[in-house]
């Protein structure tokens, strides 16, 4: 089996950033990266997330939507992230059923037994051995998320930097909480400090967590 790393943060916490340094760097160690997303990650569920991201969208009720993030993970397990794991690679995902816990349960008000079932279902046996969160303040983070959405000349994926400040702020209580309850898998990196600071302190910390695992990584 391979190693399974997740990247989770509130939106602008420069988490898709580091995601494709450690990707570029743990391949130069010669390990074999499967590198991914959610929502997306396979072509159904990228369909699933245009309509989830769309901020014409703004209605879908809490309910749909974490149905939606199901449904998506669902395919996404089966279609990537499982067969990359049996065959020995490195999964690196930007979000996983964490962001789900976060947005939906701490920033929706949904109902956590509800959450954790559904999670369940849709990954199946399958749960990240390390989950890298990066942390900033919320008012910094969607700063930076909007910026971005500015310059981008692709789909405005915008519908969750449209929430409020105190929507945002619930989501990262959220995952501070998972971070606190789940301490030996969840690595905290301070998401205010320099790039390139953040990508050596990751790029260390994650190294020797892959050399404590067991054999079989590629």
């Known amino acids: 089996m391979g190693y399974f790393i997740t990247f989770e943060g509130i939106e602008g916490c420069g988490k898709t950033t580091q995601i494709k340094l450690l990707a570029r760097h743990l391949e130069t160690l010669g390990h074999r990266i499967v590198m991914t997303r959610e ?12 309509i989830v991201l769309d901020a014409g969208n703004r209605d879908m009720c809490p309910m749909t939507e974490l ?4 449904a998506s993970r669902a395919q996404h397990v089966t279609e990537v992230i499982r067969p990359a794991l049996e065959s020995g690679g490195i999964v690196l995902c930007d979000r996983f059923s964490d962001a789900t816990t976060a947005y939906q349960s701490f920033g929706r008000g949904i109902d956590r037994t509800i959450i954790d079932s559904l999670n369940s279902m849709a990954c199946g046996s399958i749960s990240p051995n390390l989950t890298v969160l990066i942390d900033c303040a919320p008012e910094t983070g969607l700063m930076r998320a909007r910026q ?15 929430e409020s400040l105190e929507f945002h702020c619930r989501v990262r209580d959220g995952y501070l909480a998972l971070a606190q309850q789940y301490p030996e898998r969840f690595l905290n990196i301070d ?10 302190n990751i790029t260390r910390q994650v190294e020797q967590r892959i050399k ?4 079989g990584i590629c």
């Open 212 to 215: 404590d695992s067991k054999h």
């Open 39 to 50: 929502p997306g990650g396979c072509p159904i569920s990228d369909n699933i997330r245009s």
């Open 148 to 162: 971005r959405i500015e310059l981008s000349t692709g789909a405005r994926e915008e519908r969750f930097e449209l």
């Open 191 to 200: 998401g205010n400090r320099d790039i390139s600071e953040i990508t050596v």
């Open 67 to 70: 149905l939606l993030y199901a």
